[in-house]
């Protein structure tokens, strides 16, 4: 399977407590996307990096999340002292740096904090 | 700010009608995809379509993109229940998706 992957696909964690998922974009795709999908929402936004440089950030990142992407491969999303607003699907993307390409996405991270 | 309105948000047929669902927006986009999410998993995409008034088909599933790059529509011909999820528009900002609101549909056999 050659898609975009995401772990883990599952997290419960309590409020308070740090969390840390990771996507693996398609191999060939140097522009990674993450967004965050609440339920009955449509995804949105949060931040998205073209190789290892981070491009753009919502401002629906609060101070509490950090995103990486170090070797411009795989990207890390951090939340810190999560909050039960946090809970929400974490979706990742990929795409290549085209002006119109395609974004293709992962299975999602579901967070869930209690 | 960019807002993409989908309707209906809620659609229950029988298995056999044709549906048509609508996204608008008052934004000019450069592209818009269409996708469709099933619970627990991540949007798959369906299509993109980049030029006004363009009109695309896959299979029972016709797309169209209006003349003016603001709103589109995805119709459904004879509907059958492995259509059922949630379908998502999405307008292209700079790099960056623009989601709409999302219509849930369920085709009932």
Not at chain 1, 86 to 109: H, K, N, V
Not at chain 2, 13 to 40: D, K
């Amino acid at each position: 399977d050659t898609g975009v992957s995401q772990d883990p696909r599952h997290k419960i964690t309590k409020r308070g407590q740090n969390v840390t998922f990771r996507c693996d974009p398609i191999s060939e795709h140097n522009r990674l996307y993450w967004y965050r999908q609440t339920l009955g929402q449509g995804p949105e936004f949060l931040t998205y990096f073209q190789n290892e440089a981070q491009l753009e950030k919502s401002r629906l990142l609060s101070d509490r999340f950090s995103a990486e992407r170090p070797k411009g491969s795989f990207s890390t999303l951090e939340i810190q002292r999560t909050e039960q607003g946090d809970s929400a699907m974490y979706l990742c993307a990929s795409s290549l740096a085209l002006w119109d390409g395609e974004q293709y996405f992962g299975p999602g991270t579901r967070l869930t904090v209690t | 700010t960019q807002l993409l309105e989908q309707s209906p948000q809620f659609l229950s047929i029988q298995e056999g009608e044709n549906l048509t669902v609508y996204c608008n927006s008052s934004s000019v986009f450069s592209s818009l995809q269409w996708y469709r999410q099933e619970p627990g998993e991540g949007p798959v995409l369906l299509v993109t379509v980049v030029t006004g008034g363009e009109v695309k088909k896959l299979k029972r599933l016709t797309f169209q993109f209006g003349d003016a790059r603001k709103d589109s529509s995805l119709h459904i011909t004879a509907a059958q229940p492995g259509d059922t999820g949630l379908y998502l528009c999405a307008g292209r900002n700079t790099d960056k998706l623009i989601f709409g609101t999302g219509t849930r549909l369920q085709v009932f056999p």
